[in-house]
């Protein structure tokens, strides 16, 4: 392979970045050097890169790439990528887009490759897993620890289950926070994302989402008592309707035990009994 650009050189060329405005760049090579790897069983013909700061990582993901494609927020840095990897942008291996990731319009890309501005790195994911596009991305280690928990693990919440419904998702490496510069104040975990379908049918996607929300307000109640208190988020009309349709056994459990699969019989019931508005 040929020599990658140094990350500490490409910081002193770009300037230093600023923690309020999510600017922690990779400096560990070793880090840099696995993370296109991750992607490697997906299609890395044309790659999106959200959030480049100096290029650390946009220089590992060209030579792995046909094309990349990096969105990034802060102007000096956009124009620092343009000129640093002049080369790339004129033939067409490399569009720099300056913008906001939550804003602009997304490309026609076939895998997403990306350490993510923290602050709003839920949001953004949640831009890219409806996309149906596979992706590894990297978050604060404990995001990444409850997107990808199963049913029986403590981290396993809301965001699972809607992280999951999209994906499978799996955390295929924990960073330090020594690996960044400035360093983040927590550790980071770089997670491998692979759309498919859920196991589980649901006929109205976005009840299902609201349904999940509103029960996990209420983890540690019990079933009976999370769609009842929960009608106002899950949009009911006749939340005792759903109670009444609804397994004995399963109305004694909590929120938080149930599985995906569970969860979408449950929003089955409460779309046929509970009159959602
Ligand atoms: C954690 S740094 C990662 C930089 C580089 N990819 C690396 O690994 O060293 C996140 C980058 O996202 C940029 N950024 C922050 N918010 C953004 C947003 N809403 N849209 C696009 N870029 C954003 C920051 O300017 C910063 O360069």
Sequence with gaps: MTERRDPDALIRRAGRGNPDFDQHFLVDDRVLDRIPTYAESFDRSHVLEIGAGPGALTDRLLAVAERVTVVERDPDFASFLREEFADAVADGALTVVEGDALEVALPDYTCSVSNLPYSASSEIAFRLLPESKPAVLMFQREFAERMAASVDDDAYGRLSVTAQHYADIEVVETVPK??????????????????????????DEAFFLDFVKALFTQRRKNVRNAIRNTAHISHLGDPEAVVEAVDEDLLRKRPGNLAPETFAELAALAAAHGEPM
């Design 178 to 203: 020594e690996a960044f510069d400035p360093q983040p104040r927590v550790a980071s975990a770089l997670v491998r994302v692979t759309p498919r379908d859920p196991a589980y049918e649901v006929e």
